[in-house]
T-cell receptor, first 118, second 115 residues
């Protein structure tokens, strides 16, 4: 079974600075998807960014980018120019590739709480 | 607006009193799923549905039931709630497009307290 590990329970960053959240995962599959979700105090789960394992290029969404290292099974999230609204719990998640008969289930890490200091 | 809705958002009940949490999506997604979120445990899947009348157990199905009679709705039923089912519940849906799509979109969550 796949597992996702977020080794940083809490992180903090100064406003306008850059922060990197770590995520590692364990799988024997070759094709899969990785996601970062943001959960602000409202508790809504908001998709931040997604990465397909078959793509070598790292995904980018505005101030959010990932460093995907497939061989190392690492998937870190970099937030540039941090804003107060970025303060939230961040979850890393894994999903199998359906074309290989995988499950649609998202496997989540336990989360990293990000604090942004003004 | 494309969205997943859940009702109620907050619920306090007592042990053994049957309840239903509704979930509805307006995106014509085939796949729907229920998760529960507990401190220190992250999110865990309860049940999922690949399409109408097709449901299956996730990782923590004990004490829950689901049904999928219509594509847009996927209610979660607790027939005899117990205090260990106190949790934050999320419904999610995704399209089952061929191949490489299928990002899951989440509802706003339902906070349940069982006394």
């Amino acid at each position: 079974a796949q597992t996702v590990t977020q080794s940083q329970p809490e992180m903090s960053v100064q406003e306008a600075e850059t922060v990197t959240l770590s995520c590692t995962y364990d799988t024997s599959e070759s094709d899969y998807y990785l996601f970062w979700y943001k959960q602000p105090p409202s508790r809504q789960m908001i998709l931040v960014i997604r990465q397909e394992a078959y793509k070598q290029q790292n995904a980018t969404e505005n101030r959010f980018s990932v460093n995907f290292q497939k061989a190392a099974k690492s998937f870190s999230l970099k937030i540039s120019d941090s804003q107060l609204g970025d303060a939230a719990m961040y979850f890393c998640a894994y999903r199998s590739d359906l074309t290989q008969g995988g499950s649609e289930k998202l496997v989540f890490g336990k989360g990293t709480k990000l604090t942004v200091n003004p | 607006e494309a969205q997943v809705t859940q009702n109620p958002r907050y619920l306090i009940t007592v042990t053994g009193k049957k309840l239903t949490v509704t979930c509805s999506q307006n995106m014509n997604h085939e796949y729907m799923s229920w998760y529960r979120q507990d401190p220190g445990l992250g999110l865990r899947q309860i049940y999922y549905s690949m399409n109408v009348e097709v449901t299956d157990k996730g990782d923590v199905p004990e004490g829950y039931k689901v049904s999928r009679k219509e594509k847009r709705n996927f209610p979660l039923i607790l027939e005899s709630p117990s205090p260990n089912q106190t949790s934050l519940y999320f419904c999610a849906s995704s399209p089952r497009l061929a191949g490489r799509k299928g990002t899951q979109y989440f509802g706003p969550g339902t906070r349940l307290l069982v006394l």
